[in-house]
C-alpha cells in the first residue's frame, strides 16, 4: 500500500541552527502539506504545494520556513533558525487531485530544538 | 474562520461498551470533514470522508456519520486495540484549490479489557 515517508523520525537541533525535514509523498499525487503538531494541542496546517509553488501558507509559516521540491519525489522543509518554539512533531501529507479527497500522512519528524 | 471542536476531551471505556464521539464544525462551506485515528508518536491515520448531511460510512466498529454541524464517530462493541486519539478535520470549499484541512484537538479514547 503506498504511504508518505518521512526523515528522518527524530531530529535533535541546537538553536539558530538549520534543519530539513524529509518527505517522499505518495507517487501519483498532486498536493503536498506541511502540518505541524506541538505536544498537546492541535495539528495545524502550516503550508501547501501545488504545481511546484506554494498555494497557501498559514500565519506560523514565517520567512524562516520554506519548502521545496527539489526532484519528482522528494517534498522538503526547511526551518533557517530555529527557535525553542519549533519544538513540535511535524507532518508531511499528500493528496490526490479531485476536490475533497482525503490527505495522507507520514509517521512524522519529531523535532527537538534545544 | 473554520472552527472545529470535539468532545468529550477524553472517554475510558469497557471493552464491549458502546459509545459515540462528537465533532462540532464551524465552517463557510463544508466540502468535506474527515476522520482520522492517531496513535501515540504516530502519523494521523485516514479512516473517514463524509461530504454530505446525512451521509453514514462504516468500517469494522466504528460509524461516521454527518449532520449540517456536527458529525459522530459511534464505536460499538470497541476492543482495546481501539485505543487511540480520534481526530476530526473539515476541509472548506472557500479554501480555493489548496484543500487544507482544518483540525480538533482529538479525543482521546482508552478501551480497557
Known amino acids: 500500500e503506498p504511504e508518505v515517508t518521512q526523515t528522518p523520525s527524530h531530529q535533535v537541533t541546537q538553536m539558530g541552527q538549520e534543519v530539513i525535514l524529509r518527505c517522499v509523498p505518495i507517487?501519483?499525487?498532486?498536493?503536498f502539506y506541511w502540518y505541524r503538531q506541538i505536544l498537546g494541542q492541535k495539528v495545524e496546517f502550516l503550508v501547501s504545494?501545488?504545481?511546484?509553488?506554494?498555494?497557501?501558507k498559514s500565519e506560523i509559516f514565517d520567512d524562516q520556513f520554506s519548502v521545496e521540491r527539489p526532484d519528482g519525489s522528494n517534498f522538503t522543509l526547511k526551518i533557517r533558525s530555529t527557535k525553542l518554539e519549533d519544538s513540535a512533531m511535524y507532518f508531511c501529507a499528500s493528496r490526490g487531485g479531485k476536490p475533497g479527497r482525503e490527505a495522507f500522512f507520514g509517521q512524522g519528524t519529531r523535532l527537538t530544538v534545544v | 474562520e473554520d472552527q472545529v471542536t470535539q468532545s468529550p476531551e477524553a472517554l475510558r471505556l469497557q471493552e464491549g461498551e458502546s459509545s459515540s464521539l462528537n465533532c462540532s464544525y464551524t465552517v463557510s462551506g463544508l466540502r468535506g470533514l474527515f476522520w482520522y485515528r492517531q496513535d501515540p508518536g504516530k502519523g494521523p491515520e485516514f479512516l473517514f470522508t463524509?461530504?454530505?448531511a446525512g451521509e453514514e460510512k462504516e468500517k469494522e466498529r466504528l460509524k461516521a456519520t454527518l449532520t449540517k454541524k456536527e458529525s459522530f464517530l459511534h464505536i460499538t462493541a470497541p476492543k482495546p486495540e481501539d485505543s487511540a486519539t480520534y481526530l476530526c478535520?473539515?476541509?472548506?470549499?472557500?479554501?480555493?484549490?489548496?484543500?487544507?484541512?482544518?483540525f480538533g484537538k482529538g479525543t482521546l479514547l482508552t478501551v480497557n479489557p
Open positions: 463524509l461530504y454530505s
Open positions: 507517487s501519483n499525487h498532486l498536493y
Open positions: 478535520a473539515v476541509q472548506a470549499v472557500e479554501g480555493g484549490s489548496n484543500y487544507k484541512l482544518t
Open positions: 504545494f501545488y504545481n511546484n509553488e506554494i498555494s497557501e
